[in-house]
């Protein structure tokens, strides 16, 4: 991705990076919302994702950019995000629902969603 021109690659005050300037792979349904982020910072990648169900009660969920947690590969940051995505919609899927209890039919057959296209992020790298 090209930067905008005057952009700086620096974290905010709190050393979250803008995902503005990060490599973007989307899942979008009326359902759900699915993105994850890699971004180059240096020598080393950084990840993160938002997730968000919009039926039901369940929430989302995210990671921040940030350099708390890099890799020296963009293969190895995507492959992070990815493990945390498909790691939610693993929980979803579990009888008691990430722990609530209110998880619904249709949030579990979006869950199943979300994994395989994870999964096939993983595999097109």
């Known amino acids: 991705m090209v930067r905008p021109e005057g952009e700086a690659m620096k974290p905010n005050a709190h050393g979250v990076y803008s ?6 792979r989307c899942y979008r349904t009326k359902k759900a919302t699915v993105t994850i982020f890699v971004l ?3 020598r080393r990648w950084i990840s993160a994702y938002h997730h968000t169900h919009h ?8 990671k921040p950019l940030t350099l708390r947690e890099s890799f020296t590969s963009r293969e190895e940051a995507l492959s992070d995000a990815i493990k945390s995505v498909v790691g939610i919609n693993q929980e979803v899927l579990k009888p ?3 722990g ?3 998880v619904t039919p249709a949030q579990r057959v ?15 790298r």
């Open 19 to 24: 995902d503005r300037l990060a490599e973007k």
């Open 40 to 42: 180059r910072v240096g």
């Open 55 to 62: 039926i039901g009660s369940l929430h989302g969920s995210g």
């Open 96 to 98: 008691n629902g990430r």
């Open 100 to 102: 609530c209890g209110c």
């Open 110 to 124: 979006e869950a199943k969603r979300i994994i395989a296209w994870a999964e096939a992020q993983e595999a097109g």
